[in-house]
């Protein structure tokens, strides 16, 4: 594969790399565009973005359910994704929920 080849995918592996929303002046999407332009540019290293996209290490070894809901909190991960969710829209538990752990 030509330097060229993999600039082109590598840029369009950014174009579809999500923003990160608590990092606005850290993006891997700007990271990857810069990549693009190295002299040394791999089609290692484009496969590997192209993984990272992707989440093929998530889909050869999925975790199971003892690792995503353990005994001692069960709701644990869920309660985390849900946290990370609201304040990237930028709402939040009030205060009163905090103060007595209360999760919905």
Known sequence: M???????KLKEIAAGW?????RPNIQ???????LASHPNLTPQAVQAA??????????KYPL???????ASMPKHYERL???????????????WQIFFGIWR
């Open 28 to 34: 891997l999407k700007t990271f990857f565009q810069s």
């Open 64 to 70: 199971s359910n003892r690792t995503l809901q353990p």
């Open 50 to 59: 192209r993984g990272l996209l992707e989440n093929n290490i998530q889909k």
């Open 81 to 95: 994704i849900q946290g990370y969710e609201r304040s990237a829209r930028g709402t939040g538990r009030p205060w």
């Open 2 to 8: 030509s330097a060229s080849k993999s600039a082109r």
């Open 18 to 22: 999500p923003t990160d929303p608590f």
